[in-house]
């Protein structure tokens, strides 16, 4: 055997071994009656999730297994959102009829209301944390400005912000409640955030761009961001009632939003999350399923066609976890 054929063979080996290498998801647990869009990874033991009828599911084990439980009091309540700081310590959102922010510091078995607004219209869409202490909620327009309202002590108070400060909206503008992602830490100070229906736009730090990602109904337009610094970010969205349609549902931008680019591959459906991973590698879930990048958000491959809400990966620590209908979770599986 020549020395150049032992070269290409061992070239073709060690390609060969990298590419097997596959993403794919496990489902850890499902059943519960409970749509789950909040989803928060504190670390890869530590897992959070909220959703409808006053529900909130803890996992101490890294998913292995799952505690239970209703608010008392709020058990007709859609919590859209949850940010947790450890196993003990957890708030959550309750979207609107009214809007209210509740934060537990015994694992979820008492909860105290520490946000509630009774604002005809109120809809809070996410929260954001930058760290243990300073954190965002972002709600729909009313009177024509998005509702921003601040923390600085881990969640125990919440101030609005003035309202002459508020997001313009364009009329039919709103955002989606669909996974706690549309508002994400830009830096140490800011955040971004996008919008959809009639119109769809990215909001960073005091300017507004108008969005490529399909939009012109109230089902259309951006549901998430994610941010990996400054300059690179992914959105993902498209039309949620039609599942399966890849029409303008994924860009890309490499120069902090000043242009966007459509992936030479894009996920396959509407996409109502999207989290980075590491290096050059991201994820997105929506109802038909789950894609993963591992170019910047440039080709997208289809590893799972399970339903999920909503993915996001731990604070500290490498696990990715999914969270759905049926109170379906999953974890992301390196094969």
Not at 20 to 26: D, G, K, L
Not at 243 to 258: A, E, I, P, R
Request: glycine fraction near 12%.
């Amino acid at each position: 055997m020549s020395f150049m054929f032992k070269i290409i063979i061992s070239f073709l080996v060690s390609w060969c071994a990298g590419s097997a290498v596959a993403q794919s998801v496990e489902v850890l647990t499902s059943g519960t009656k409970t749509s789950i869009r909040g989803l928060s990874v504190v670390n890869d033991r530590v897992v959070w999730v909220s959703g409808s009828n006053g529900t909130v599911g803890r996992s101490i084990d890294g998913g292995k297994t799952f505690t239970w439980l209703t608010v008392r009091g709020f058990e007709k309540n859609d919590f859209r959102d949850i940010e947790a700081f450890d196993e003990k310590i957890a708030v959550i959102m309750a979207v609107a009829d009214p809007a209210y922010i509740l934060r537990t510091t015994d694992g979820g078995e008492n909860w105290r209301v520490v946000f509630e607004n009774k604002t005809k219209g109120m809809f809070l869409d996410a929260m954001e944390f930058w760290n243990d202490q300073s954190g965002i909620v972002l709600g729909d327009p009313i009177n024509g400005k998005f509702f921003i309202a601040r923390t600085f002590d881990g969640g125990l108070t919440w101030q609005d912000i003035p309202p002459s400060n508020y997001p313009l909206a364009d009329s039919g503008e709103a955002c989606f409640a669909s996974s706690g992602t549309n508002i994400r830490k830009l830096n140490k100070r800011e955040a971004v955030f996008v919008s959809g229906g009639l119109k769809s736009h990215i909001f960073i730090q005091n300017s507004k761009s108008l969005l490529p990602i399909q939009q012109g109904k109230e089902s259309t337009g951006a549901n998430s961001v994610a941010v990996k610094n400054k300059k690179t970010m992914i959105l993902v969205g498209g039309d949620f009632t039609t599942k399966d349609s890849t029409v303008k549902n994924c860009f890309v931008t490499l120069d902090g939003g000043q242009t966007w680019q459509a992936p030479a591959q894009v996920p396959h459906g509407y996409r109502s999350c999207v989290e980075y991973v590491n290096k050059k590698n991201w994820i997105t879930c929506g109802l038909n399923g789950t894609d993963y990048s591992k170019d910047e958000g440039n080709t997208w491959n289809w590893i799972s066609k399970e339903s999920f809400h909503v993915c996001r990966k731990a604070k500290k620590g490498n696990a990715v976890y999914f969270a759905g209908g049926g109170g379906t979770i999953g974890k992301l599986i390196m094969d």
